[in-house]
């Protein structure tokens, strides 16, 4: 995930060994509600679930919640909100969908609000859909392709009515296989970009819809 506050969790793992290094240090559940219109499809709203600790690490780095209660002033709420929505050029948003093999561009994110619960911060967002095609089966991957940031389908999917989701897991072994081979290629003086393998621990969430509704 690449905003604004990356670089305190790298910050904080700077201490770890090389093989600690090989695991993400952000971990996000994630929910998407599927829009449709028309019998197409115009939109998803993202739900992230930050881990704990970087929830914390937003919160002390933003000077909120000073009296570590858990709970946010209005005031604060409001100050938070869009703290993940400081995108480089060019970031997917760690969304990634597909209509027939083909990449589907998702448009810019329009904010729906972030709150504090149990210590850890929920954002939303909506993505617009720019393109597609009503009656073709669909795709969606959440990751990280640096694999920094760790996604998990934790907060489900909701498909409009006459919709089938179907959450595919990933094959883990062959995901850590693959990346133990990256790893393994990178030089002793570590002069090189970390392995882009994020993809193959995505899981894929497959929407079909029923021709017509």
Not at 57 to 74: C, F, N, R, W
Not at 139 to 154: I, L, S, V, W
Not at 174 to 196: H, N, R, V
């Amino acid at each position: 995930m690449r905003h604004v506050f990356r670089h305190m969790a790298a910050v904080a793992m700077a201490a770890l060994s090389t093989a600690a290094a090989a695991h993400p240090h952000i971990f996000v559940s994630t929910g998407l509600t599927l829009v449709r219109d028309e019998g197409r499809l115009v939109g998803v709203e993202v739900v992230w679930q930050y881990d704990e600790f970087y929830s914390l690490l937003v919160l002390e780095d933003m000077g909120l919640d000073a009296d570590y209660d858990g709970t946010l002033t209005d005031a604060e709420l409001a100050q938070l909100d869009g703290f993940d929505m400081n995108w480089i050029e060019g970031f997917a948003g760690d969304l990634y969908a597909m209509q027939a093999g083909r990449a589907v561009r998702l448009g810019p994110p329009e904010r729906r609000g972030t709150t504090l619960s149990e210590g850890k911060i929920t954002s939303r967002h909506f993505r617009p859909v720019e393109g597609g095609t009503a009656g073709e089966a669909w795709t969606f991957k959440p990751y990280d392709p640096t694999f920094y940031t760790a996604y998990d389908m934790g907060l489900g999917v909701s498909g409009p009515d006459g919709c089938e989701v179907k959450i595919v897991a990933p094959d883990i072994g062959a995901a850590q296989e693959k990346l133990l081979a990256e790893l393994a290629q990178i030089p002793e003086d570590g002069e090189s970009d970390y392995p882009q393998v994020g993809e193959q621990f995505a899981e894929t969430v497959v929407v079909t819809c029923a021709a017509g509704s």
